[in-house]
T-cell receptor
Framework: AQRVTQPEKLLSVFKGAPVELKCNYS??????LFWYVQYSRQRLQLLLR??SRESIKGFTADLNKGETSFHLKKPFAQEEDSAMYYC??????????????FGKGTHLIIQP | ETGVTQTPRHLVMGMTNKKSLKCEQH?????MYWYKQSAKKPLELMFV???????ENNSVPSRFSPECPNSSHLFLHLHTLQPEDSALYLC??????????????FGSGTQLSVL
């Protein structure tokens, strides 16, 4: 079965420090990966998707097929980045695409 | 309200009750999803509807019964639940099911407690 692993339940860094949220996936085909974010008292929302190769709020994520990783990075953390971050992959079963498979999430805390 | 709306926000029910969760989206999307978010597990996909047709049932027990009367509305009917079913139930929608460029829009969820 397809899996998305986020090894860190909690990550605490100081403001201005670099941030890296780890995500590894298990899928033998071409993955379709996303990062979703949930700020306090807000809905889960899309942060970025690998297909777009975009940088959102200073965050980037590069797909590394060799390491089966899609780590989320930001060079200088800001206090407003504190949130729950979820890595997700589009499921594939029976040859078709299904809903997203999510990791357990990483709670990022940015300390002042 | 625009976006994805879920009602009720909170629900407490006994194991013998029957209740329904409602989800409505005003985004013109064709795919709708039910996810379960428990305290110690990742978000779990439960059901997927694409153009009102159920395209995925992720081995969900029959005490959970989804209904999608049209592309804008999605229900989750609950009966004879167990305490371990207590969780946050999230509804989401997207333009079309499961493509790499698709973006899911989530509702605020229904926090369910089964006593």
């Amino acid at each position: 079965a397809q899996r998305v692993t986020q090894p860190e339940k909690l990550l605490s860094v100081f403001k201005g420090a670099p941030v890296e949220l780890k995500c590894n996936y298990s899928y033998s085909g071409s993955p379709e990966l996303f990062w979703y974010v949930q700020y306090s008292r807000q809905r889960l929302q899309l942060l970025l998707r690998h297909i777009s190769r975009e940088s959102i709020k200073g965050f980037t994520a590069d797909l590394n097929k060799g390491e089966t990783s899609f780590h989320l990075k930001k060079p200088f953390a800001q206090e407003e980045d504190s949130a729950m971050y979820y890595c997700a992959n589009v499921g594939h079963s029976g040859g078709g695409a299904d809903g997203l498979t999510f990791g357990k999430g990483t709670h990022l805390i940015i300390q002042p | 309200e625009t976006g994805v709306t879920q009602t009720p926000r909170h629900l407490v029910m006994g194991m013998t009750n029957k209740k329904s969760l409602k989800c409505e989206q005003h985004l013109g999307h064709n795919a709708m999803y039910w996810y379960k978010q428990s305290a110690k597990k990742p978000l779990e996909l439960m059901f997927v509807y694409n153009f009102k047709e159920q395209t995925e049932n992720n081995s969900v027990p029959s005490r959970f019964s989804p209904e999608c009367p049209n592309s804008s509305h999605l229900f989750l009917h609950l009966h004879t639940l167990q305490p371990e079913d207590s969780a946050l139930y999230l509804c989401a929608s997207s333009q079309v099911q499961g493509r790499a460029e698709e973006k899911l829009f989530f509702g605020s969820g229904t926090q369910l407690s089964v006593l």
